[in-house]
Structures are given as C-alpha cells and as structure tokens.
Nanobody, 126 residues
Framework: EVRLVESGGGLVQPGESLRLSCAAS????????MAWFRQAPGDRRKGVAA????????YYEPSMKFRSDISQDKAKKTVYLQMNNLKREDTAMYYC???????????????????WGQGTQVTVSE
C-alpha cells in the first residue's frame, strides 16, 4: 500500500498563495489516481483536485478550477497542489489520497481512495 505524507500548509492572508506537497512511497506511482481533498470543521471531506498519474489528466472542483493547479513529479513520486488567491472559505485540513486504479471514474469522490495522508492544515485569515 502506498504511504502519503503531506506538507506545505500554513497560515496565510486572503489573496495569498500556498503550494502543498504530497510525497508517496511504496507502490507504483503510475498505478494510482492521486487527489487532494479538504475537510473543514463540521463538514464532510470534499474533493479539490485530482490527477491521473499515467497520463497527467487533471480534474478540479469548480470553485478551485481557476485558482489551483495540481501537478506531479514522477521522479520524486510527489503530487503538488498550487492554490492561488486563497479565500477564508478555503480554510480546512487538506488531505492527499491515492486510489489503486489508474483512472477512477469519479476522481473527486472519496469512495475510490484507499490510502490517505495525515493532512496538512491551511488557514486563511487576516
């Protein structure tokens, strides 16, 4: 099973940017769909962005589509989430996840993802 470790969260002001990183170990990187999810207090975990590691195709939650970019470095087995123009409502714990299929049918649905990182907190506040 792949192990995932996130980093890069922090406290930022509205309008600023952050880049989250997710380092994977174990498994074959191309065999997975990788995604970022987030969960705010009292809310369910929701998909933010996903990438098919074999062909690089990406998917975004609509509110993040023009403010974020998911990318990968296969050599480093790392997935990144660049977030720009952050808003207070982006405050959440962000999780990296891996689904053991090259191309899951709904890459922003939690049900397909079996490996999760510990999360990294993103707080957007004045």
């Amino acid at each position: 099973e792949v192990r995932l470790v996130e980093s890069g969260g922090g406290l930022v002001q509205p309008g600023e940017s952050l880049r989250l990183s997710c380092a994977a170990s174990g498994g074959t990187f191309d065999d997975y769909t990788m995604a970022w999810f987030r969960q705010a207090p009292g809310d369910r975990r929701k998909g933010v962005a996903a990438i098919y590691t074999d062909n690089g195709m990406t998917y975004y939650e609509p509110s993040m589509k023009f403010r974020s970019d998911i990318s990968q470095d296969k050599a480093k087995k790392t997935v990144y989430l660049q977030m720009n123009n952050l808003k207070r409502e982006d405050t959440a714990m962000y999780y990296c996840a891996a689904a053991p299929e090259e191309r899951v049918s709904d890459p922003l649905a939690t049900v397909y993802f079996t490996s999760w990182g510990q999360g990294t907190q993103v707080t957007v506040s004045e």
